[in-house]
Protein backbone atom coordinates (compact mmCIF):
# COMPACT_ATOMS: atom_id res chain seq x y z
CA UNK A 1 0.00 0.00 0.00
CA UNK A 2 3.05 2.29 0.80
CA UNK A 3 4.39 1.85 -2.39
CA UNK A 4 1.45 2.52 -4.55
CA UNK A 5 0.91 5.63 -2.16
CA UNK A 6 4.76 6.35 -3.38
CA UNK A 7 3.92 5.45 -6.98
CA UNK A 8 0.89 7.81 -7.02
CA UNK A 9 2.50 10.86 -5.52
CA UNK A 10 5.29 10.54 -7.82
CA UNK A 11 2.72 10.43 -10.80
CA UNK A 12 0.64 13.47 -10.10
CA UNK A 13 4.23 15.33 -9.43
CA UNK A 14 5.42 13.81 -13.02
CA UNK A 15 1.96 14.75 -14.77
CA UNK A 16 2.09 18.14 -13.15
CA UNK A 17 5.55 18.55 -14.62
CA UNK A 18 4.72 17.74 -17.66
CA UNK A 19 2.19 20.34 -18.00
CA UNK A 20 4.35 23.29 -17.19
CA UNK A 21 7.33 21.44 -18.97
CA UNK A 22 4.90 21.81 -22.07
CA UNK A 23 4.32 25.31 -22.32
CA UNK A 24 7.95 25.65 -20.84
CA UNK A 25 9.08 23.80 -24.35
CA UNK A 26 6.57 25.54 -26.75
CA UNK A 27 8.41 28.69 -24.92
CA UNK A 28 11.75 28.05 -25.68
CA UNK A 29 11.59 26.08 -28.79
CA UNK A 30 13.11 23.09 -27.39
CA UNK A 31 13.78 19.04 -28.85
CA UNK A 32 12.56 16.77 -27.27
CA UNK A 33 16.06 15.42 -26.09
CA UNK A 34 16.54 18.75 -24.08
CA UNK A 35 12.82 19.06 -23.17
CA UNK A 36 13.36 15.17 -21.42
CA UNK A 37 15.91 16.49 -19.26
CA UNK A 38 14.29 19.51 -18.02
CA UNK A 39 11.53 17.43 -17.30
CA UNK A 40 13.63 15.24 -14.94
CA UNK A 41 13.88 18.57 -13.21
CA UNK A 42 10.61 19.83 -13.03
CA UNK A 43 10.04 16.35 -11.43
CA UNK A 44 12.44 16.57 -8.96
CA UNK A 45 11.65 20.21 -7.98
CA UNK A 46 7.72 19.59 -7.43
CA UNK A 47 8.17 16.21 -5.41
CA UNK A 48 10.72 18.32 -2.70
CA UNK A 49 8.26 21.20 -3.00
CA UNK A 50 5.65 18.40 -1.86
CA UNK A 51 6.67 16.01 0.17
CA UNK A 52 9.77 17.13 1.86
CA UNK A 53 9.67 16.79 5.25
CA UNK A 54 9.68 20.59 5.66
CA UNK A 55 8.54 22.94 3.63
CA UNK A 56 10.83 24.59 1.01
CA UNK A 57 10.47 27.92 -0.78
CA UNK A 58 11.17 27.71 -4.68
CA UNK A 59 13.35 30.55 -4.53
CA UNK A 60 15.68 28.76 -2.13
CA UNK A 61 15.30 25.56 -4.28
CA UNK A 62 16.42 27.75 -7.59
CA UNK A 63 19.20 29.27 -6.14
CA UNK A 64 20.55 25.65 -5.35
CA UNK A 65 19.68 24.40 -9.33
CA UNK A 66 21.68 26.98 -10.56
CA UNK A 67 24.70 27.10 -8.20
CA UNK A 68 24.62 23.29 -9.01
CA UNK A 69 24.83 24.22 -12.66
CA UNK A 70 27.37 26.47 -11.96
CA UNK A 71 29.44 24.47 -9.70
CA UNK A 72 29.04 21.18 -12.20
CA UNK A 73 31.12 23.08 -14.55
CA UNK A 74 34.27 22.27 -12.93
CA UNK A 75 35.58 26.06 -13.39
CA UNK A 76 36.86 27.67 -10.18
CA UNK A 77 36.54 31.35 -12.03
CA UNK A 78 33.06 30.26 -12.29
CA UNK A 79 30.60 31.09 -10.01
CA UNK A 80 26.38 31.71 -9.05
CA UNK A 81 26.13 34.55 -6.62
CA UNK A 82 23.52 35.34 -4.58
CA UNK A 83 22.25 39.25 -3.72
CA UNK A 84 25.05 39.91 -1.10
CA UNK A 85 27.49 38.52 -2.85
CA UNK A 86 26.22 39.81 -6.33
CA UNK A 87 26.51 43.64 -4.29
CA UNK A 88 30.08 42.80 -2.92
CA UNK A 89 31.22 41.70 -6.64
CA UNK A 90 30.08 44.41 -8.33
CA UNK A 91 32.27 46.89 -5.75
CA UNK A 92 35.50 44.67 -6.19
CA UNK A 93 37.47 46.51 -9.04
CA UNK A 94 36.45 49.89 -8.13
CA UNK A 95 40.02 50.96 -6.48
CA UNK A 96 38.68 50.95 -2.59
CA UNK A 97 36.39 47.89 -0.70
CA UNK A 98 35.89 46.90 2.88
CA UNK A 99 38.24 44.17 3.28
CA UNK A 100 41.66 42.77 4.62
CA UNK A 101 43.84 43.75 2.25
CA UNK A 102 44.80 40.42 0.31
CA UNK A 103 44.15 38.63 -3.16
CA UNK A 104 43.33 35.09 -3.76
CA UNK A 105 43.54 32.70 -6.40
CA UNK A 106 41.98 28.86 -6.98
CA UNK A 107 43.54 26.08 -7.93
CA UNK A 108 42.91 22.03 -7.12
CA UNK A 109 40.40 22.81 -4.93
CA UNK A 110 42.55 24.98 -2.59
CA UNK A 111 42.76 28.66 -1.58
CA UNK A 112 45.56 30.81 -1.66
CA UNK A 113 46.66 34.15 -0.92
CA UNK A 114 48.82 35.44 -4.32
CA UNK A 115 49.13 38.82 -2.90
CA UNK A 116 49.13 41.14 0.17
CA UNK A 117 48.33 44.78 0.26
CA UNK A 118 50.72 46.82 2.45
CA UNK A 119 49.28 48.79 5.75
CA UNK A 120 45.98 46.61 5.19
CA UNK A 121 44.57 44.28 8.11
CA UNK A 122 46.17 41.11 6.53
CA UNK A 123 49.52 42.52 5.75
CA UNK A 124 49.68 43.95 9.59
CA UNK A 125 48.75 40.58 11.14
CA UNK A 126 51.24 38.77 9.38
CA UNK A 127 49.57 37.03 6.41
CA UNK A 128 52.01 36.10 3.77
CA UNK A 129 51.60 35.37 -0.52
CA UNK A 130 51.81 31.56 -0.44
CA UNK A 131 49.15 30.95 2.43
CA UNK A 132 46.55 28.64 2.31
CA UNK A 133 42.97 29.79 3.46
CA UNK A 134 41.60 26.19 5.44
CA UNK A 135 38.03 28.08 6.47
CA UNK A 136 36.41 31.18 6.34
CA UNK A 137 34.36 31.99 9.91
CA UNK A 138 34.40 28.40 10.89
CA UNK A 139 33.15 27.06 7.62
CA UNK A 140 35.70 24.44 5.37
CA UNK A 141 36.35 26.51 1.96
CA UNK A 142 36.06 23.05 0.42
CA UNK A 143 32.47 23.24 1.40
CA UNK A 144 31.84 26.68 -0.48
CA UNK A 145 32.05 27.64 -3.72
CA UNK A 146 35.66 28.60 -4.45
CA UNK A 147 35.18 32.15 -5.77
CA UNK A 148 32.67 32.61 -3.36
CA UNK A 149 35.18 32.39 -0.49
CA UNK A 150 36.72 35.57 -1.44
CA UNK A 151 33.62 37.65 -1.56
CA UNK A 152 32.87 36.10 1.61
CA UNK A 153 36.14 37.56 2.95
CA UNK A 154 34.79 40.98 2.63
CA UNK A 155 32.01 42.66 4.22
CA UNK A 156 31.51 45.85 6.15
CA UNK A 157 34.13 48.00 6.85
CA UNK A 158 34.57 47.58 10.94
CA UNK A 159 33.19 44.13 11.20
CA UNK A 160 35.29 41.20 11.41
CA UNK A 161 36.12 37.97 9.76
CA UNK A 162 38.20 34.77 11.06
CA UNK A 163 40.34 32.48 8.78
CA UNK A 164 42.40 29.31 9.04
CA UNK A 165 45.37 29.80 7.62
CA UNK A 166 48.25 27.12 7.09
CA UNK A 167 51.56 28.00 6.01
CA UNK A 168 54.25 25.16 4.67
CA UNK A 169 56.38 24.38 7.64
CA UNK A 170 54.28 25.85 10.93
CA UNK A 171 50.62 24.71 12.41
CA UNK A 172 47.67 25.77 11.16
CA UNK A 173 46.58 29.18 13.01
CA UNK A 174 43.49 31.54 13.34
CA UNK A 175 43.26 34.61 12.22
CA UNK A 176 41.08 37.21 13.41
CA UNK A 177 40.68 39.87 11.36
CA UNK A 178 38.86 43.62 11.13
CA UNK A 179 37.61 44.27 7.55
CA UNK A 180 38.98 48.36 6.70
CA UNK A 181 38.18 50.25 3.80
CA UNK A 182 41.15 49.22 1.84
CA UNK A 183 42.80 52.25 -1.07
CA UNK A 184 44.59 50.71 -3.35
CA UNK A 185 47.31 52.38 -5.47
CA UNK A 186 48.40 49.51 -7.83
CA UNK A 187 51.55 51.25 -9.48
CA UNK A 188 54.99 52.46 -8.04
CA UNK A 189 58.15 53.11 -9.95
CA UNK A 190 61.46 54.58 -8.58
CA UNK A 191 65.17 55.04 -10.80
CA UNK A 192 67.62 52.59 -10.01
CA UNK A 193 70.33 54.52 -11.42
CA UNK A 194 71.02 57.59 -13.60
CA UNK A 195 69.37 54.96 -16.38
CA UNK A 196 67.71 52.52 -14.92
CA UNK A 197 63.84 52.54 -13.31
CA UNK A 198 61.64 49.77 -11.73
CA UNK A 199 58.00 50.28 -11.93
CA UNK A 200 55.63 47.84 -9.83
CA UNK A 201 52.27 46.85 -10.41
CA UNK A 202 50.81 45.10 -7.68
CA UNK A 203 47.46 44.28 -9.89
CA UNK A 204 45.21 45.41 -12.24
CA UNK A 205 41.85 48.08 -10.91
CA UNK A 206 40.33 50.83 -12.61
CA UNK A 207 43.04 53.63 -12.24
CA UNK A 208 45.94 51.04 -13.09
CA UNK A 209 46.11 52.57 -16.53
CA UNK A 210 46.48 56.23 -15.48
CA UNK A 211 48.62 55.53 -12.18
CA UNK A 212 50.90 53.96 -14.79
CA UNK A 213 51.03 56.14 -17.52
CA UNK A 214 51.95 58.82 -14.54
CA UNK A 215 54.54 56.71 -13.36
CA UNK A 216 56.23 56.25 -16.85
CA UNK A 217 56.55 60.45 -17.32
CA UNK A 218 57.67 60.83 -13.88
CA UNK A 219 60.62 58.41 -14.56
CA UNK A 220 61.37 58.84 -18.20
CA UNK A 221 61.40 62.77 -17.19
CA UNK A 222 64.30 61.39 -14.94
CA UNK A 223 66.37 59.98 -17.53
CA UNK A 224 65.16 56.67 -17.71
CA UNK A 225 66.40 54.38 -20.53
CA UNK A 226 64.88 51.29 -19.66
CA UNK A 227 63.15 49.92 -16.74
CA UNK A 228 62.39 46.39 -14.95
CA UNK A 229 58.71 45.78 -14.82
CA UNK A 230 57.54 43.87 -11.73
CA UNK A 231 54.92 41.87 -11.69
CA UNK A 232 55.30 39.25 -9.14
CA UNK A 233 52.76 38.15 -6.98
CA UNK A 234 50.30 40.08 -9.37
CA UNK A 235 46.61 38.30 -9.49
CA UNK A 236 45.61 40.38 -12.51
CA UNK A 237 42.10 42.02 -12.35
CA UNK A 238 40.69 44.22 -14.87
CA UNK A 239 41.83 43.52 -18.19
CA UNK A 240 40.97 47.07 -19.88
CA UNK A 241 42.89 48.24 -17.26
CA UNK A 242 45.89 45.79 -18.44
CA UNK A 243 45.28 46.79 -22.31
CA UNK A 244 46.00 50.47 -21.26
CA UNK A 245 49.07 49.56 -19.97
CA UNK A 246 49.98 47.76 -22.88
CA UNK A 247 49.59 50.66 -25.28
CA UNK A 248 51.98 52.60 -23.43
CA UNK A 249 54.41 50.16 -24.03
CA UNK A 250 53.57 47.48 -26.49
CA UNK A 251 54.70 48.05 -30.51
CA UNK A 252 51.94 48.63 -33.23
CA UNK A 253 50.19 45.47 -33.88
CA UNK A 254 47.89 43.03 -31.94
CA UNK A 255 48.21 42.92 -27.36
CA UNK A 256 45.74 40.12 -27.19
CA UNK A 257 42.66 38.34 -28.76
CA UNK A 258 40.06 36.95 -26.93
CA UNK A 259 37.91 33.87 -28.35
CA UNK A 260 34.93 32.78 -27.31
CA UNK A 261 33.61 29.46 -27.94
CA UNK A 262 31.57 30.21 -31.17
CA UNK A 263 34.51 31.56 -32.88
CA UNK A 264 33.94 34.83 -32.49
CA UNK A 265 37.09 36.98 -31.79
CA UNK A 266 37.79 40.20 -30.04
CA UNK A 267 42.12 41.90 -30.94
CA UNK A 268 43.10 44.15 -28.67
CA UNK A 269 45.98 46.77 -30.39
CA UNK A 270 48.21 48.81 -29.72
CA UNK A 271 49.23 52.15 -31.82
CA UNK A 272 52.33 53.23 -30.47
CA UNK A 273 54.41 53.87 -33.67
CA UNK A 274 57.42 51.99 -31.76
CA UNK A 275 58.44 50.53 -28.45
CA UNK A 276 60.79 53.29 -26.46
CA UNK A 277 62.69 51.30 -23.87
CA UNK A 278 64.15 47.75 -23.23
CA UNK A 279 62.18 46.10 -20.52
CA UNK A 280 62.34 43.35 -18.20
CA UNK A 281 59.56 41.64 -16.31
CA UNK A 282 59.68 39.46 -13.25
CA UNK A 283 57.16 36.61 -12.87
CA UNK A 284 56.59 34.54 -10.11
CA UNK A 285 54.57 31.20 -9.92
CA UNK A 286 51.40 34.18 -8.43
CA UNK A 287 51.49 36.03 -11.25
CA UNK A 288 47.86 35.19 -13.15
CA UNK A 289 45.60 36.61 -16.08
CA UNK A 290 45.92 40.09 -16.73
CA UNK A 291 49.65 40.00 -15.63
CA UNK A 292 50.37 37.12 -17.99
CA UNK A 293 48.65 38.70 -20.96
CA UNK A 294 50.36 41.98 -20.64
CA UNK A 295 53.64 39.93 -20.07
CA UNK A 296 53.19 37.28 -22.83
CA UNK A 297 52.15 40.66 -25.04
CA UNK A 298 55.68 42.00 -24.20
CA UNK A 299 57.57 38.70 -24.57
CA UNK A 300 56.37 37.52 -28.05
CA UNK A 301 56.69 41.33 -29.42
CA UNK A 302 60.51 41.21 -28.38
CA UNK A 303 59.71 43.90 -26.39
CA UNK A 304 60.92 42.70 -23.34
CA UNK A 305 62.58 39.46 -21.39
CA UNK A 306 61.03 37.78 -19.04
CA UNK A 307 63.12 36.89 -15.57
CA UNK A 308 61.73 34.84 -12.68
CA UNK A 309 59.25 31.52 -12.22
CA UNK A 310 56.71 30.08 -14.57
CA UNK A 311 53.43 32.26 -14.27
CA UNK A 312 50.18 30.48 -12.64
CA UNK A 313 48.49 29.64 -16.08
CA UNK A 314 44.60 32.05 -15.73
CA UNK A 315 44.09 32.73 -19.44
CA UNK A 316 40.52 32.74 -19.35
CA UNK A 317 38.32 35.89 -19.40
CA UNK A 318 34.95 36.04 -17.09
CA UNK A 319 31.95 38.25 -16.93
CA UNK A 320 28.90 39.41 -14.52
CA UNK A 321 25.87 38.72 -15.75
CA UNK A 322 22.38 40.47 -13.77
CA UNK A 323 19.51 38.33 -13.16
CA UNK A 324 15.89 39.21 -11.90
CA UNK A 325 17.04 38.85 -8.36
CA UNK A 326 19.71 41.28 -7.52
CA UNK A 327 21.61 37.91 -7.87
CA UNK A 328 23.95 37.24 -10.96
CA UNK A 329 26.33 34.91 -12.38
CA UNK A 330 30.42 35.07 -12.67
CA UNK A 331 31.05 32.40 -15.92
CA UNK A 332 33.85 32.07 -17.90
CA UNK A 333 33.01 33.15 -21.22
CA UNK A 334 35.84 32.90 -23.32
CA UNK A 335 40.20 32.51 -23.29
CA UNK A 336 42.57 35.29 -24.44
CA UNK A 337 45.46 34.08 -26.60
CA UNK A 338 48.96 36.03 -27.14
CA UNK A 339 49.79 37.93 -30.34
CA UNK A 340 51.77 34.70 -31.35
CA UNK A 341 48.84 32.60 -30.87
CA UNK A 342 49.76 31.08 -27.08
CA UNK A 343 46.82 30.19 -24.78
CA UNK A 344 48.23 30.89 -21.47
CA UNK A 345 45.19 29.15 -19.41
CA UNK A 346 46.54 26.14 -17.40
CA UNK A 347 50.12 26.70 -18.97
CA UNK A 348 51.67 29.50 -17.88
CA UNK A 349 54.30 32.04 -18.81
CA UNK A 350 57.78 30.74 -19.27
CA UNK A 351 60.54 32.84 -18.19
CA UNK A 352 63.53 33.40 -20.86
CA UNK A 353 65.32 33.57 -18.10
CA UNK A 354 64.55 31.32 -15.00
CA UNK A 355 65.84 32.44 -11.57
CA UNK A 356 64.17 30.96 -8.37
CA UNK A 357 63.61 33.27 -5.32
CA UNK A 358 64.41 31.78 -1.98
CA UNK A 359 62.27 32.38 0.79
CA UNK A 360 61.95 35.73 1.41
CA UNK A 361 59.41 37.44 3.12
CA UNK A 362 57.12 38.22 0.51
CA UNK A 363 56.37 42.00 2.04
CA UNK A 364 59.63 42.75 -0.06
CA UNK A 365 57.94 42.72 -3.23
CA UNK A 366 56.02 45.87 -2.25
CA UNK A 367 59.36 47.43 -1.26
CA UNK A 368 60.95 49.84 -3.65
CA UNK A 369 64.06 50.41 -1.13
CA UNK A 370 65.16 46.53 -1.69
CA UNK A 371 67.84 45.83 -3.41
CA UNK A 372 69.58 43.29 -5.56
CA UNK A 373 71.63 41.67 -3.18
CA UNK A 374 68.12 40.20 -1.23
CA UNK A 375 66.87 39.35 -4.71
CA UNK A 376 68.52 37.48 -7.29
CA UNK A 377 65.36 37.65 -9.88
CA UNK A 378 66.22 41.82 -9.47
CA UNK A 379 70.16 41.60 -9.37
CA UNK A 380 69.54 39.41 -12.99
CA UNK A 381 67.06 42.22 -14.26
CA UNK A 382 69.20 44.77 -13.68
CA UNK A 383 72.28 42.63 -15.03
CA UNK A 384 70.22 41.84 -18.37
CA UNK A 385 68.71 45.53 -18.85
CA UNK A 386 71.84 47.13 -18.28
CA UNK A 387 73.58 45.39 -21.22
CA UNK A 388 70.73 46.54 -23.58
CA UNK A 389 71.00 49.76 -22.55
CA UNK A 390 74.63 50.07 -23.00
CA UNK A 391 74.15 48.40 -26.34
CA UNK A 392 71.60 51.28 -27.27
CA UNK A 393 68.96 48.78 -28.06
CA UNK A 394 64.99 48.10 -27.86
CA UNK A 395 63.86 44.99 -28.87
CA UNK A 396 65.63 41.82 -27.78
CA UNK A 397 67.07 39.96 -30.95
CA UNK A 398 68.69 36.60 -31.23
CA UNK A 399 71.82 39.19 -31.33
CA UNK A 400 71.23 39.94 -27.62
CA UNK A 401 71.79 36.11 -26.82
CA UNK A 402 74.51 36.05 -28.40
CA UNK A 403 76.63 39.19 -26.75
CA UNK A 404 75.69 37.85 -23.45
Excluded at 43 to 55: D, K, L, P, S, T
Excluded at 78 to 101: H, V
Excluded at 129 to 136: C, K, M, N, Q, Y
Excluded at 263 to 274: D, F, R
Aim: charged share 25%; aromatic share 8%; glycine share 10%.
Amino acid sequence: MKKKILAGIFLVSLISSALTLGLVCFILDLNSKNAFELGRFFAAMRFIEGHYVQEVERGKLIDGAIGGMVNSLGDPHSIYLAPQLYSQLRAETSGAFGGIGVYMNFKNGGVQIMNVIPDGPGYRAGLLAGDEILAVDGKPVEEISPGEVAIKIRGEIGTNVELLIRREGFEDMTYNLTRENIKVKTVAGKMIDDTLGYIKISNFSENTGEEFKSTLTELENSGMKGFVLDMRQNPGGVITSCIEVAQEIVPAGTIASVIQRDGEKEVYTSNLAAAKFPIIVLLDRNSASAAELLSGALQDTKTALVVGEKSYGKGSVQTLIPMMHDDGLKITIAKYYTPNGRSIDGEGIFPDVEVNLPATPPHQMYDLELDAESDPQLAKAEELLRHQVDAGKVLFDDDFWKST
